[in-house]
């Protein structure tokens, strides 16, 4: 907290011009509200969601309730309202204070806040609604990319002013973690959300398949790296000093911290997708790449923790600093874990089940929440000039939030490690020991309960939090004091001190001497241009081969693109969020070749604008499930899932059966495929008649099974054109084609 | 000639090692320089700069 009154520097030199400002904390008030706020709403829709899959009558038979739609919701309300505004509020207060300067524009704070929070209110609206583009914690549809974009650069130019105007010399650490993020989110943010609009709502990626997926996974890992890690990375090293009341542990380290993960963090996307289609060479790099993450990342949490070296005892009274402890632990053990999870070995058991939710949410409740409530309970007796209302409260939340998490987490590991185990399970006879899927869920549901509980406890602290908060809030003083602060002017001239040694001669002494360093320091632009070049030549280098180097992905002559009626129907795949709980890759395992059919191809996936690989499987994997089972059948689960699967937890989708096909949109969809590169050659002048012809087709076939009369104009016969297409052009091709080359092999030729 | 069959066959993937070398050397001189002897002062000044929110540590100005 400034003090009240003018404060001076102590000895000012002789004709230095003294500069009186004061601190914007009406803006940061603003966001705190909003981090709250956020935090409640989202954190309620991940509590409806956690319900949906321990029951799933809690879809409540909605379709914009059901879990497909929702979960993107939670993911973005947790991610960019709640851990958004929290970084926000804290940045805003720090920048100022760091730099001894007010912001450079409140009417840019302004736009900030209010844009920010129209984002998520258009978010909040647009994903029930099915707007999505299918891309984890990159779902929102092309205007909404706009905003975000246009916002973003607000942010960028109020926060870098502020740093070009300041009034202190050296940039600290959290400035540097602020500004990494910033640039770094709106580079990633751009080139993963390129697409062509096919609607108001309505777009499809411009790359496909493997490309679709790596850029995917170079910006999903990276949202977690550049939003929810160095952002609070910069929180950390400027209130836990704040906090603990002494600086930290090592600023080397810090800067160290900070360039290592620069450096690395930018490379680890591919381990998201080990065993996929993607080319062996890329998941070998995203692994080593996230295995060096290890050092860096263990060593800013000993330095957040020995920050309170010889200042423990102050952790047993302050909940701040309960909250600060287990948070920096959490950000320790999710930092340990992720490289864990990124080898090969132990991902092909973790990836697609419950165990990567964990590892999220061991980040997540553990490092984002608590320190985010941490900063909150500091700042609220700061900005609202009052004591806070209730100490004890804060502490029943740190308890509570504490047991929350474990009961959340430990619940949540045994679901991922049981599922895993029990797909991998063969019995004596080599056949797989639970052939039937459902029997790898229902066996979760227990453990999904636990974590309704969990989650429960952890949003009752929240509770707590808004309620502290608001008591505080009220107590407030009628009148905010505005301290006023004296600092010197600003000038070109500087004269560091200690006097540095006088350079040596030649290039060694120029080197040595490290002037150019501190120069570089000084400019925020131009160390922004250094951390650009970091991030991008690392993308370059990482990305462009699959895109430019053919025999990176294999083609193959039998995958043709989906007719206009399987294309909507995938449109409607895509809506419900199918890929949230589906995913349509099998890896190359005996045990999953076993459950669903031959491994997926690069080639298979090349129409795939974009692509819908998945990453969690609640429901089996579908990229075989085409001439499975019957028309009718499908038509049946997807009007009660339940009633041909008795113990599935599907959502039911008794609505495709009444809503009927847009018969209009699908000619300017198939243009926008056609455009993108699909060769759908004659098909874009025919597209509508194409689509009710096979309409016609499928709606015929069900009713001559038994089934329903009159849907060859409803949703149902697209989306069962759609899930009996998947995975059949290549084996209508085996006849016909050489075995493709092995999908991890990127140097084979495969077949073109 | 499609693109990238031109690209496959521009032998660039040595240009992958070269930044991987040229990373790791800036990286190391990164290294050398936190840990200079001769820098202890300024980072020991620099790990205040949150604990005071009025007095900037090294001003911007010194003389005019």
Known sequence: MTGSGAADVGTVPAGVVMEEFSYDDAIVRKFLFATVLWGVVGMLVGLLIALQLANPIFNFGISFLSFGRLRPLHTNAVVFAFAGNAFFTGCYYSTQRLTKARMFSDLLSRIHFWGWQLIIVSAAVTLPLGFTQAKEYAELEWPIDIMIAVIWVIFAINFIGTLVKRRERHLYVALWFYLASIITVAILHIFNNLSIPAGPFKSYSIYAGVQDAFMQWWYGHNAVAFFLTTPFLGLMYYFLPKAAEGPVYSYRLSILHFWSLVFLYIWAGPHHLHYTALPEWASTVGMLFSVMLWAPSWGGMVNGLLTLRGGWQKVVDDPILKFFVVGITAYGMSTFEGPLLSIKSVNALAHYTDWIIAHVHTGALGWNGFMTFGMIYWLLPRLFQTPLYSKKLAGIHFWIGTFGILLYVVSIYSAGVTQGLMWRAFDETGRLSYPDFVETVVKLLPMYWMRVVGGSLYITGVFLLTYNLLMTWRARPARYDVPVIRAPGLSRSYVPTPQPKPAGEGFFGWVSAMRYHREWERMPIFFTVLVVIAVVVASLFEILPTFLIRSNVPTIASVKPYTPLELYGRDIYIREGCFNCHSQMIRPFRYETERYGEYSKPGESVYDHPFLWGSRRIGPDLAREGGKYPNLWHVRHFADPREVTPRSIMPSYALFATTPIPWQVIPKRVDVMAMLGVPYGDAINHAEAMAKAQAAEVAADIEKSGGPAGLQDKEIVAIVAYIQRLGRDIKAGAATTAPVASASAPTAGGVH | ?64
């Open chain 2, 1 to 64: 000639m499609r693109l990238s069959d031109i690209m496959a066959n521009a032998g660039l993937s040595i240009y992958a090692e070269v930044a991987l070398v040229l990373f790791l050397v800036a990286f190391l001189i990164i290294v050398w320089w936190v840990f200079r002897r001769a820098n202890t002062a300024r980072w020991k000044s620099a790990a205040q700069m949150p604990l005071d929110d009025v007095h900037p540590q090294q001003p911007r100005t010194r003389k005019d």
